[in-house]
């Protein structure tokens, strides 16, 4: 029996409660859109704030840097949401979803996603120490938020493909 065959097989019970209750789907989908629409608007907003940050006063950059902080657990609280539930959808049809190219490519996204927010709030914790405009380090924080934004509209993007592809 394949991989892909054995997790099907597993997750049979709840691919067939998942199909047979239409609450449970909904219920399920919600908390995947909340989740991007909480977590994409918090950082997406934040980002447009970092980009900015450059051009204001040092006083303005120390704001931004705070509020960029403050940030990150709301975020990675819907995304938590976001691959509890996403991962509940996968499993309700891993027999279409883990063969579909679709479905690694949003996986691959989103593991962009999570690794360019890590290198964004690392530079941010740099940054506190000296947010002066002279601070080499402002232009990997922008550079980190204009790939933010990329990143989130296009995960939402390959989602939106997924569910017209599978």
Do not use: C, Q
């Amino acid at each position: 029996m394949s991989v892909i065959e054995t997790v099907v097989a597993l997750a049979k019970p709840w691919a067939d409660f998942y199909a047979d209750s239409t609450p449970v789907g909904t219920a399920v989908t919600f908390l995947h859109i909340g989740g991007i629409m909480v977590g994409g608007g918090f950082a997406m907003t934040s980002d447009r704030a970092a980009l900015g940050a450059v051009k204001g006063s040092d006083e303005d950059r120390r704001r931004i840097l705070r509020d960029f902080g403050a940030i990150h657990r709301p975020v990675l609280t819907a995304l938590t949401v976001v691959v509890a539930s996403g991962v509940a959808m996968m499993l309700a049809d891993a027999e279409t979803l883990l063969v579909s190219p679709v479905y690694y490519t949003k996986i691959g996204m989103f593991t962009l996603l999570l690794a360019n927010g890590w290198m964004v709030r690392e530079t941010e914790r740099n940054l506190v120490t000296d947010p002066t405009a002279g601070n080499k380090l402002w232009g990997r924080f922008t550079l980190g938020a204009r790939a933010s934004i990329a990143l989130w509209l296009m995960t939402a993007f390959v989602g939106v493909a997924l569910t017209t592809s599978a």
